[in-house]
């Protein structure tokens, strides 16, 4: 099956920092990839659309200047966190699309801002 | 907009079937979707069927699908203790974002 990878899989960065996470499609292209969420015990929450040459769809109460995507080609897709604060603290998982709309997600990335 | 609901826990006892249901509002949805999320992982795609069948099934899974009652549910036969995770429905329409039910999680006794 497709496959998803993250990069880094956890990260502890100082309050006022940025941290970029890096979102692979290893074994498709992926001309959308998506950003979310998830808070403990709960669902995943859409961040972002990112598509491949343009710029990132944002959901609503999300700030674009907070959380940057990039999606540089159709393999990859960056967020940056920055200026990152403790309330920023969370799983991101990223997934990608294929050509059947079915998403398959990365494993995760657990950032923790001291 | 759509708002999907699943049931919060389901304990069965190794050996049992599982039942985990979900329910969606936007009778348009055209794909709907099981995802697996075990303990600090990201989701695993399990199972998938589109809006034209009733069922699915691949291996131990069943997917049922009642489109008159916007009901989803998957059933997992002869479950085991690795079976043991939290599971999120997801649906989708004529756009491409999914919107993930609250998911379950499935405790499996020994």
């Known amino acids: 099956g497709a496959v998803v990878s993250q990069h880094p899989s956890r990260v502890i960065c100082k309050s006022g920092t940025s941290v970029k996470i890096e979102c692979r499609s290893l074994?498709?292209?992926?001309?959308?990839m998506f950003w979310y969420r998830q808070f403990p015990k709960q669902s995943l929450m859409l961040m972002a659309t990112?598509?491949?040459?343009?710029?990132?769809?944002?959901e609503q109460g999300v700030e674009k200047d907070k959380f940057l995507i990039n999606h540089a080609s159709l393999t990859l897709s960056t967020l940056t966190v920055t200026s990152a604060h403790p309330e920023d603290s969370s799983f991101y998982i990223c997934?990608?699309?294929?050509?059947?709309?079915?998403?398959?997600f990365g494993p995760g990335t657990r950032l923790l801002v001291l | 907009g759509e708002d999907v609901e699943q049931s919060l826990f389901l304990s069965v006892r190794e050996g049992d079937s599982s039942v985990i249901n979900c329910t969606y509002t936007?009778?348009?949805?055209?794909?709907l979707y099981w995802y697996k999320q075990e303990p600090g992982a990201g989701l695993q795609l399990l199972t998938y069927?589109?809006?034209?069948?009733d069922m699915k099934q691949d291996q131990r899974l069943t997917v049922l699908l009642n489109k008159k009652d916007k009901h989803l549910s998957l059933r997992i036969a002869d479950t085991q203790t690795g079976d043991s995770a939290i599971y999120f429905c997801?649906?989708?329409?004529?756009?491409?974002?999914?919107?993930f039910g609250t998911g379950t999680r499935l405790k499996v006794l020994a």
């Open positions: 997934s990608a699309r294929t050509y059947n709309k079915t998403q398959y």
């Open positions: 074994d498709f292209q992926a001309t959308t």
């Open positions: 990112s598509n491949e040459g343009s710029k990132a769809t944002y």
């Open positions: 936007d009778s348009s949805s055209t794909y």
């Open positions: 069927i589109f809006s034209n069948m």
């Open positions: 997801a649906v989708t329409s004529g756009t491409y974002k999914y919107i």
